[in-house]
């Protein structure tokens, strides 16, 4: 008999509900096989505008109910849910406006030209939907990046169904959202299967591994995320595999920065590592801090700041038991210290708190400081002090890939183009995919020039997962090439009948009205 599934609280780690079965492997193909029946319907680009708008709609209809569910299977707080949500539709209205536009589509004409050496054919190039989705949803991120997310959103949008695999955190509310897409694919003319959803570890697995899975779509673990990559590569027909594992997000604090601000930068890093737990993909987890009195001043402020910070819960046990783990081992090494403790507290909760180690012992590599070098999800950060920038730069080399890398900067910094600031914005762009100046990387804005990723392990592609240009992960080129009008697409008529964006013999045109 396949396992139930239970919806479980991690406030008190008892079980809520029976959600329903694991699904078997009969279920996981019933879904995939009904999805890529249901693929036709979502070639008309109108029809999947209002399908993702009525998936907002629908959403939004639904949020006391969603936001309640959600909130008593992850504890992450009514407040942060209600503007997950919040940016869950907005997400899928962006999505809905790329869809509308066509401009994904990236429609290239040119015309035949025997004069040119060597002659030219008639060439024309669009992208079509790759076919069925895998999504695997976030522990982290119940609605924002699951169910509803950007993945599927960005699938719909590129016109490709999606079978989702709900993460075991939350699934009365994955069950919930499901509900909606599928009441907002009816109400758009549209089979409702172009949204299925899956439960349980084995129907993950079998997932990807179905024939009619074109490309996934993933974020979470490290481990669980190069299992599905490997496996997604040793197909018998390998498949794109996008997915968002893990990121350390390091930080550098200029000496000018910390003498200028230590206070309030100790404090904004100190919201930063804590929102939602510590649990965000793009909390920062190593903090470069100058020794000497304004590094000293700036720990300083980043404990005060941690020292009022009440317990929180975590998404569950098993998060909660590796986050002690990890910090125990961490806090264990030879010259770390804990100025503020983290780690398993009372009442099933978790203690915020910072480790510090001298930036020299990052630097050799090879022992046991790489375990500093390694995220450790949940609220806790790792302050290390350099005395010489080129401690700094030694123990970059060591650093894996991140979706972020910060530097704070000092006022006068800001104005020299081959100074402090330029040479480590230089330094860091090579392991991050999201640069920022005097800020944190947590909150990741959805907008058309937003890039979410990294190099490995940050994601294993080169592709975002947030952004306009999320689409294009779903989609591939193809070229028509001399073939007469009557036997071309719509999308590649000279006339231009759906009114794209295009590129026709070297020049841009825009359809009439924009």
């Known amino acids: 008999m396949p396992a139930p599934v239970w919806s479980v609280d991690p406030r008190t780690g008892q079980q809520r509900e029976q959600i329903g079965q694991e699904a078997t492997a009969a279920d996981v193909d019933a879904a995939v096989r009904a999805a890529e029946a249901a693929r036709t319907g979502l070639a008309d680009r109108a029809a999947r505008t209002a399908l993702l708008r009525g998936a907002a709609a629908q959403l939004e209809a639904a949020a006391e109910q969603i936001v309640r569910t959600a909130d008593a299977e992850t504890a992450l707080g009514e407040v942060r849910l209600k503007g997950e949500l919040a940016r869950t539709t907005g997400q899928l209205r962006a999505f809905a406006d790329e869809a509308e536009d066509g401009g994904h589509l990236g429609v290239i004409i040119d015309h035949a030209d025997p004069s040119a050496t060597p002659p030219r054919p008639d060439l024309r190039r669009y992208r079509i939907p790759l076919g069925v989705v895998a999504v695997y949803a976030a522990s982290n991120f119940p609605l924002a990046f699951s169910v509803p997310g950007g993945d599927t959103a960005s699938a719909l949008a590129a016109g490709c169904p999606v079978v989702v695999k709900a ?18 694919a009816a109400e758009a003319g549209l089979d409702e299967n172009v949204l299925g959803l899956v439960h349980g570890f084995d129907a993950g697995v079998e997932l990807i591994k179905h024939p009619l899975v074109a490309a996934a ?3 979470g673990s490290v481990r669980g995320g190069r299992a599905l990559f490997d496996a997604a590569a040793a197909r018998p027909v390998p498949i794109p595999f996008h997915g968002e594992l893990g990121s350390l997000n390091p930080v550098v604090i200029t000496r000018a920065a910390a003498g200028e601000r230590a206070g309030e930068i100790g404090a904004g890093l100190a919201g930063s590592m804590t929102m939602g737990t510590g649990q965000f993909c793009t909390k920062p987890g190593l903090v470069f801090t100058p020794a000497g009195e304004s590094g000293d001043q700036l720990v300083t402020s980043l404990a005060g700041a941690l020292s009022g910070t009440p317990e929180g819960v975590m998404l569950d046990a098993r998060m909660r038991e590796a986050f002690a783990a990890g910090v125990a081992a961490r806090a264990g090494l030879d010259g770390v210290q804990a100025p503020v403790t983290p780690g398993a507290g009372g009442s099933g909760g978790v203690a915020a708190g910072f480790l510090t180690v001298p930036a020299d012992r990052l630097a050799a590599g090879g022992g046991e400081y790489d375990l500093l070098l390694e995220e450790c999800f949940g609220p806790v950060t790792v302050i290390a002090r350099y005395g010489d920038p080129a401690e700094i730069s030694a ?6 890939g991140s979706l972020t890398a910060t530097v704070h900067i000092g006022g006068t910094e800001a104005e020299e183009p081959d100074g402090e600031a330029a040479r480590l914005l230089a330094e860091l762009r090579p392991y991050a995919g999201r640069l920022l100046v005097n800020g944190w990387p947590t909150g990741v804005a959805v907008a058309p020039a937003q890039h979410h990723g990294g190099p490995y392990p940050a994601t294993t592609s080169t592709s975002t997962s947030v952004g306009a240009t999320a689409i294009e992960r779903w989609l591939r080129p193809v070229v028509y090439q001399n073939t007469p009008e009557a036997l071309l697409p719509p999308e590649l008529h000279d006339a231009n009948p759906l009114g794209l964006p295009r590129r026709v013999n070297g020049r841009r045109e825009e359809p009439a009205g924009r």
């Open 167 to 184: 993460h075991p955190d939350h699934p009365a509310t994955s069950e919930l959202c499901a509900a909606a897409l599928r009441r907002a």
């Open 217 to 219: 779509g993933f974020t």
């Open 395 to 400: 123990a970059l080399e060591r650093i894996g």
